[in-house]
């Protein structure tokens, strides 16, 4: 029933997660994620695909509180312990989440692939989407870029121990704290930036806020080493669809092609973009770097322009 007015946040709006009303005080915000392991080490991997599962309902300000494993597993070729080992690593960020795991479903399938679907719950009157961005709001990113394309480089043997090791701590880390910061302090929208990378959800927002959006290249975080990869050709094809998808809504101003790639990056769990009041931005970033140590104040939010996205 599309229609029906107790969902407050449907199919229409290209939303992080779909929000229906229960009753004036509750809402439950409910979302479904699975990926292809971007890592070889199983309990990592369930680690990063359930911290990326979560992340949805926290992008709108949501509590999780019980999931369901959703699993593809190609039983005749792999081991079931490494099932089993993905299991765990999810579990344990279930745990830290005090997320309820509560049932899942399992195929055989040719390839190996793993998520969750999350139920959370939130104050209908205090949902946050990815709509409510307005001129003058400051922008915060948490979490820094470019995890393709170091994802990328580590399936092509070229990155070291401590990168890789520091790309499954980014990757695994929780957006809670986030979005407990971001329900103390009030924000006016949020996304998390996932497969679209940076400038595919920023597009996203200013179209469904009705605004255009200013980013100052230099202010924008960037994983340490990941454009010495992008010079060397590590781009995932993300990237390039990505790009062909959204360059005609922005404007890269002077921006240097490898940094637009950078921009143009899936994530995979990463951070959140939360366009904040001016005021407040300052107390945000503050209590976001706590958290999350790269997190920056990467743009503003203009009235309405010919491009939806402005580099500068
Ligand atoms: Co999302
Ligand atoms: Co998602
Ligand atoms: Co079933």
């Known amino acids: 029933m599309q229609d029906d007015p107790n969902l407050i946040v449907g199919l229409d709006r290209a939303d992080d997660a779909g929000v229906y009303r229960l009753n004036d005080d509750l809402a439950i915000v409910q979302t479904v994620d699975f990926i292809a392991p971007v890592v070889d080490d199983p309990y990592s991997f369930g680690m990063i695909a359930a911290a990326n599962a979560l992340s949805d309902v926290y992008a709108m300000g949501g509590k999780p509180i019980t999931a369901m494993n959703v699993v593809c597993f190609p039983s005749e070729k792999m081991d079931i312990s490494i099932l ?147 010079s060397m050709g590590l781009v995932p094809l993300g990237a390039c669809s990505n790009r062909e998808f ?13 940094l637009m790639d950078v921009f143009f990056d899936p994530q995979t769990s990463g951070g959140l973009l939360i366009a904040v009041p001016p005021q407040k931005a300052d107390e945000m970033l503050d209590r976001m770097k706590q ?22």
Do not use: W
């Open 291 to 312: 958290t999350y140590k790269k997190a920056a104040i990467i743009g503003q939010v203009l009235k309405k322009e010919g491009s939806r996205l402005i580099f500068r």
């Open 84 to 230: 089993t080992r993905i299991l765990s690593g999810a579990l344990s960020k279930l745990t830290e989440a005090d997320v309820t795991l509560v049932g899942g479903h399992s195929l055989k399938n040719e390839e190996l692939k793993y998520g969750l679907s999350v139920t959370g719950i939130i104050n209908p009157q205090k949902v946050i989407t990815n709509s409510g961005a307005k001129p003058g709001d400051k922008l915060i990113l948490t979490k820094p870029l470019g995890i393709g394309i170091i994802s990328t480089a580590i399936k092509a043997g070229l990155v070291d121990n401590n990168t890789e090791l520091g790309l499954i701590e980014q990757m695994a880390q929780l957006n809670r704290e986030a979005a407990d910061i971001m329900v103390l302090l009030g924000v006016n929208a949020c996304t998390d930036i996932t497969g679209f990378g940076l400038i595919g959800h920023a597009c996203k927002m200013a179209e469904n806020s009705g605004i255009s959006i200013q980013l100052s290249v230099d202010k924008i975080p960037l994983i340490d080493k990941v454009l010495q990869f992008v």
């Open 246 to 258: 959204y360059s005609s809504q922005v404007n890269a101003g002077g921006t240097e092609e490898e």
